[in-house]
């Protein structure tokens, strides 16, 4: 699970417009970043004019996903993120992006590329693993481990189970048989 991307767009306009964006190339080759960097440009940018204000929309490509939030404030957010990035946490993610730059940002100082935002560089390293950024992601892992744990304990105590019917069925076997012997011993006896 990896994200690429986190952009931020002023989309009051028909064309969307670059505010900040943060990008982890690092599993790039060193000669394709840039072209890498244009191309999720291009995209966000697409996705972002294309989402209609109070839509929450993904659009998958390859193995890429484009999360997209736009705000009817004429405010988007896109992550581009690999396909087994979990929706919830990316959608949460974009919400409290987008709700502390509106925060953080009047609307008159949105201008093209001149915001310095850092948080998204944190963010973008704080939600690489979405386990220990999103605390209901960690909580759900956790159930998942003592959901296989009790399958497993069921499991083997089934199979348990299934050892001592066979158990109590040779014994009923055993004092059949033990009881057999006895009268066959006694008439000899006799």
């Given at each position: 699970m990896k994200i690429y991307s986190i952009t931020i767009f002023s989309t009051e306009n028909e064309e969307a417009v670059n505010l900040a964006g943060e990008y982890d190339l690092s599993g790039f080759g060193f000669f394709q970043r840039g072209s890498v960097q244009e191309f999720m440009k291009f995209f966000t940018k697409t996705v972002a004019e294309r989402t209609r204000p109070g839509q929450r929309l993904s659009v998958e490509e390859n193995n890429y996903i484009f999360y997209s939030y736009v705000r009817t404030e004429g405010l988007?957010?896109?992550?581009?993120?690999?396909?087994?990035?979990?929706?919830?946490?990316?959608?949460?993610?974009?919400?409290?992006?987008?709700?502390?730059?509106?925060?953080?940002?009047?609307?008159?100082t949105w201008q093209p590329q001149t915001i310095s935002y850092p948080e998204l560089k944190t963010y973008l390293i704080k939600y690489?693993?979405?386990?220990?950024?999103?605390?209901?992601?960690?909580?759900?892992?956790?159930?998942?481990?003592?959901k296989q744990v009790m399958n497993?304990?069921?499991?083997?105590?089934?199979q348990r189970g299934e050892k001592l019917d066979d158990l109590i069925d040779r014994s009923q076997e055993i004092s059949f048989q033990s009881k057999a012997f006895y009268k066959q011993a006694k008439k000899v006896y006799e």
């Open positions: 988007a957010g896109v992550i581009i993120c690999d396909n087994e990035y979990p929706q919830r946490v990316a959608f949460s993610l974009l919400s409290k992006i987008l709700d502390e730059f509106i925060v953080k940002f009047a609307r008159n690489q693993d979405p386990k220990e950024a999103d605390q209901i992601t960690k909580v759900q892992e956790q159930l998942d481990e003592t497993k304990t069921i499991e083997s105590l089934l």
